[in-house]
């Protein structure tokens, strides 16, 4: 049997709009991954919460500003925790300016507001480190 995928779904406290990415626990759930959603305070707590539960994906919500801080910081962590194999992606709302930064920091995709959720499925089934055989 195929291991599901594991997601961390993560947010700022300070960004109460998490609509988003409510939703987006609940399709993929319902899409057969295993979901684990979690607010968060600092970047070091989504990258422990992320090591506890072995993820393969970790998802970032940011509408509320202060992204690049929490994205460079946690891409960096993995990197230094031997953990680059995770999947990195963001969704909320991000400018394109951004969205190239992050990408250069080894952010993967960043989906905004209204994006397809099958298209999100599919780019989580192809990228996670599942997908590439190199979950332990």
Do not use: W
Request: hydrophobic share 40%; glycine share 12%.
């Amino acid at each position: 049997m195929e291991q599901p995928i594991r997601v961390l779904l993560a947010k700022p406290t300070h960004d109460s709009h998490d609509r988003g990415v409510r939703y987006l626990a609940r399709v993929l759930r319902d899409g057969g991954f295993e979901v684990v959603f979690m607010n968060f305070l600092l970047p070091e707590d989504v990258l422990s919460a992320a090591t506890q539960e072995d993820v393969d994906v970790i998802g970032i919500s940011s509408s509320a500003g202060g992204h690049m801080h929490v994205f460079i910081e946690i891409a960096q962590a993995l990197k230094e925790s031997g953990q680059q194999d995770v999947l990195l992606m963001g969704g909320g709302i991000i400018s394109s300016s951004d969205v190239k930064k992050l990408r250069a920091e080894g952010v993967g995709r960043i989906f905004g507001p209204g994006s397809d959720p099958d298209e999100i499925k599919s780019y989580i089934r192809e990228n996670a480190r599942v997908a590439t055989g190199t979950r332990n």
